[in-house]
């Protein structure tokens, strides 16, 4: 049976990530065919709680499907974290009658819906919507994708000069505590060594596969690091590498948030699309608490609970061994 659901809301939160745009504009559309009122809060949950809550039709996400960023604007909101934030927020959507609401975003996203939904009677769904691709329940988040197209633009032109010039690089790329970005953008541009947050490699192991390359011919390499790495990042393993291992001119690349930005892949743009499209059909079943997400080709729901549960599984085992055979 039809919950009695009548207002949406979306948000984005946390990280801005290309697709999102996509999604609101699916969100939007498929609670206005289905005779839903459908708002946006503006900058996530800091706009809940600040009554920044605009209504939107149809046109107000009009010519969004390309673009980067979120046209609703997000925030990393501490206040959402308290009770009081809670409660204001929860306050605002009454004052606008608002039902359920769709959030877009990572884990800090879900952590907040879960929370808030507890402790009102809230319908929330969330999209899995960060370049980090660290969410269970979903082989992919919206813009990761992008984001590693983004890194293999910037890692290829790279190399250009790590050929020309006979240099080892380090290459930094985010992805807080998740290595996806770093092993698939490794495996995509050939990179001769990964550092991953989720696996240990010592710095001789490091050196052991820089010193073969160079015992083989090899006139230069390119080293990707994430972010998350825990023995440092670029800069720290760059110096310690050099220190005890000097046959190449070293430098350093930190790619940093050009990797959030940009025009949405056609994966982002139709995983948005399907991620929007679904949330909103699954409300109008009365779904609640639930993450949407693609596992294979399919569209599945799982619970917020599940959904922020340990993510070390998603570095594909074949990928992780192609790193050491693909780059001898
Ligand atoms: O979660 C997405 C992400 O880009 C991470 O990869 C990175 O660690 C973090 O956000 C950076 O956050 P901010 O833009 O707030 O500095």
Do not use: W
Request: aromatic share 6%; net charge neutral; glycine share 10%.
């Amino acid at each position: 049976m039809r919950p009695n659901i009548k207002n949406i809301a979306v948000l984005t939160s946390g990280g801005d990530a290309p697709g999102m745009n996509a999604c609101i504009r699916a969100v939007v559309r498929t609670g206005i065919y289905n005779g839903i009122n459908m708002f946006g809060v503006l900058q996530g949950y800091q706009g809940l709680i600040n009554n920044n809550i605009i209504p939107m039709d149809a046109r107000s996400v009009s010519n969004i499907i390309h673009l980067g960023g979120t046209v609703l604007k997000t925030a990393r909101c501490l206040e959402f974290k308290t009770d009081e934030g809670m409660d204001q927020a929860y306050a605002n959507m009454k004052a606008h009658n608002i039902d359920a609401l769709v959030v877009i975003g990572g884990d800090g996203t879900f952590t907040g819906a879960r929370r808030f939904s507890e402790r009102h009677p809230v319908s929330v769904i969330g999209i899995p919507g960060t370049i980090d691709n660290d969410l269970y329940g979903s082989d992919f988040t919206l813009g990761y994708d992008t984001a590693i197209n983004t890194v293999i633009e910037a890692i290829d032109k790279i190399r250009d000069t790590a050929d020309s010039h006979d240099r080892l690089f380090f290459v930094e790329v985010m992805g807080r505590d998740s290595g996806c970005i770093a092993l698939r953008s490794a495996i995509a541009c050939g990179a001769e060594a990964v550092l991953l947050p989720e696996k240990a490699t010592s710095l001789e192991e490091l050196i052991r596969t820089l010193e073969i390359g160079a015992a083989t011919k090899k006139s230069s390499s390119i080293v990707i690091v994430s972010e998350g790495h825990k023995q440092g990042g670029a800069y720290d393993i760059a110096k310690h590498v050099k220190e005890r291992f000097n046959h190449y001119d070293t430098k350093v690349t930190i790619l940093g948030h050009l990797q959030r930005g940009g025009s949405p892949s056609s994966f982002d743009r139709i995983l948005g699309s399907r991620l929007g499209y679904a949330a909103v059909n699954e409300l109008l079943k009365g779904s609640s608490r639930q993450m949407v997400g693609l596992r294979g080709n399919d569209i599945q729901l799982t619970s917020l609970d599940e959904a922020l549960t340990a993510h070390s599984f998603k570095l594909e085992s074949d990928l992780l061994e192609m790193t050491k055979v693909l780059s001898i």
